[in-house]
């Protein structure tokens, strides 16, 4: 009966460890074609070429990353008001990958601490010592409070901080080197430079009707579907989706589910649709290329090697967070606040 059972349904492993977000996670199965016009680049897809010619790659690649950690969570305020604040702080930073000289280096670390609160409460910045002996100091500069005043805008508050730092920095990197293709791990916020392209390894929502669809169950490694527009506002853009990944190491002998390896990019529309198409299809032999291995990444293959290595790196820059928070708590209480 139960043999019966797994091979009337179609369940595959979810190789991704339960410990992070898994890769497919769809809260809208599909959206209205007003939001999203799919026949930009091709009108057919069941006729589209998804192995095209290999273009000119780029001599650079920088793969830009941050992390954020909300160390510790404020409510209060003056007489009865209640207003929540978040003491946080953020890591970005670039892999900078050489083509030609095949060199790897992660640089341009930026660590900052931030303090904000909601409901328009400016917030002071903040140094907090650390222990005796010590003439280091965890200095918390204020970011601009929100009017919104609830629980989640702590996580905003640090979130919006840490993608404020990534774009500076990619704007830095861009205009430094020449014949390059700067990737940003996650979606493009609304203010990107609109030379990066997002990578988006996480399906919260699929954009495409089941007519579009149905490309992404047929894509291999190193295939992708025609770029399609997503007409969001205040960030319009180009999206494609492309199948990362091994075909030896990648197979359904392995169990996967076959959206196993999809990824979903994005490029700003700013950006002439000729361009975004070299760009798109430079991204099914870069991808690929810098896939990560189950062995070294549970998070294979949408993880990409330079990121899961940039990410490593940004924590050990961001401190402890246990002695963090204790910090934290020694000097409120100093100041006679109640815990």
Not at 32 to 38: G, H, I
Not at 168 to 176: I, K, N
Not at 228 to 244: G, Q, T
Request: hydrophobic share 35%; aromatic share 10%; with cysteine.
């Amino acid at each position: 009966m139960s043999l019966d059972f797994w091979k009337e349904n179609n369940f595959r492993l979810e190789p991704w460890s339960t410990d992070y977000q898994p890769p497919i996670d769809i809260e809208e199965l599909s959206s209205s074609e007003s939001e999203v016009d799919p026949s930009v680049e091709e009108t057919d897809w069941s006729n589209f070429c998804k192995t095209r010619v290999k273009p000119e790659l780029p001599q650079r690649l920088i793969f830009i990353d941050g992390r954020r950690r909300m160390d510790a969570a404020l409510v209060g305020g003056s007489g009865n008001t209640i207003n929540y604040g978040v003491f946080g702080t953020i890591a970005v930073g670039a892999v900078i990958v050489d083509r030609i000289t095949y060199t790897a280096n992660c640089t341009n670390f930026y660590i900052g601490r931030i303090l904000g609160f909601g409901g328009g409460q400016e917030a002071p910045e903040t140094s907090i010592p650390c222990p005796f002996g010590s003439g280091a100091e965890l200095v918390y500069k204020p970011v601009k409070p929100y009017i919104e005043n609830s629980p989640e805008i702590r996580k905003n508050l640090v979130q919006n901080a840490m993608l404020k730092a990534e774009a500076t920095l990619a704007e830095q990197q861009y205009a430094m080197q020449p014949n390059t293709l700067v990737i940003r791990d996650g979606r493009l916020p609304y203010n990107s430079p609109s030379f990066a392209v997002g990578y988006v390894k996480t399906m919260h929502k699929n954009y495409l009707s089941e007519k579009y669809a149905s490309v992404l169950w047929e894509l291999q490694p190193g295939e992708r579907t025609p770029i399609f527009l997503i007409k969001e506002k205040n960030r319009p853009h180009w999206s494609w989706y492309l199948k990362s990944g091994n075909p030896q190491v990648y197979s359904n002998k392995l169990g996967y589910h076959d959206l196993h390896g999809i990824v979903r990019l994005e490029l700003s529309s700013d950006i002439p649709l000729e361009t975004a198409q070299k760009i798109a299809d430079q991204t099914t032999y870069l991808i690929p290329e810098y896939s990560s291995h189950p062995y070294k990444d549970p998070r294979a293959p949408q993880n990409l090697t330079p990121v899961g290595a940039l990410e490593r790196e940004l924590g050990r820059h961001m401190g402890n967070a246990n002695l963090i928070k204790r910090r934290v708590q020694h000097f409120l209480a100093s100041t006679g606040v109640s815990l």
